[in-house]
């Protein structure tokens, strides 16, 4: 006759057999830790992580994001600019995004603004100016493993 607390047991490990089991979908990584120190990235498929030792940190999308860009060049003067239009963006290297991953929507409207106030505002191209953003956009998020793949922004009175 097989006890309660024997059950009990065969249960548990069962039940941590089958929660260190991950399924990565296609488009996305997963970035790993073992006991709380950076272990690694795992990539679309079928994965086994030993439970209480590894877990998952972040869930990445590599497909790519869309921020919406709506505020005011200088929120102290009612009378600036407002900024509007959209940035697509993608991670490019997934463990370096790792530590940004959860602010990088603030850390691209941050370097956004530098941008701007870098290109022509009076340029009457608006793709060029789109164009000198992205690109200086680019030159200073690479270091973070993302990308900026599209700008498409306008200044509004």
Not at 74 to 89: Q, S
Not at 114 to 118: I, R, T
């Given at each position: 006759m097989i006890s309660s607390l024997t059950i009990a047991l065969i249960l548990l490990i069962a039940a941590m057999a089958i929660s260190s089991i991950k399924r990565i979908p296609e488009?996305?990584?997963?970035?790993l830790r073992r006991l709380?120190?950076?272990?690694?990235?795992?990539?679309?498929?079928?994965?086994?992580?030993?439970?209480?030792?590894?877990?998952?940190?972040?869930?990445?999308?590599?497909?790519?994001?869309t921020l919406a860009v709506d505020e005011r060049m200088?929120?102290?003067?009612?009378?600036?600019?407002?900024?509007?239009?959209?940035?697509?963006?993608?991670?490019?290297?997934?463990?370096?995004?790792?530590t940004v991953i959860d602010r990088a929507d603030d850390l691209i409207r941050l370097r956004l603004r530098?941008?701007?106030?870098?290109a022509d505002a009076s340029d009457p191209d608006l793709r060029s100016r789109n164009l000198r953003i992205k690109q200086t956009l680019n030159g200073s998020l690479r270091e973070r493993g993302v990308l900026?793949?599209?700008?498409?922004?306008?200044?509004?009175?």
């Open positions: 488009g996305q990584v997963y970035t709380g120190k950076p272990a690694g990235i795992l990539t679309a498929g079928t994965h086994v992580v030993v439970p209480l030792v590894e877990r998952i940190a972040h869930k990445i999308s590599i497909t790519g994001y200088e929120p102290a003067h009612p009378a600036a600019p407002t900024l509007r239009g959209r940035i697509w963006w993608q991670v490019l290297d997934p463990e370096r995004a790792d530098d941008a701007v106030q870098g900026v793949t599209r700008v498409e922004l306008d200044l509004a009175a």
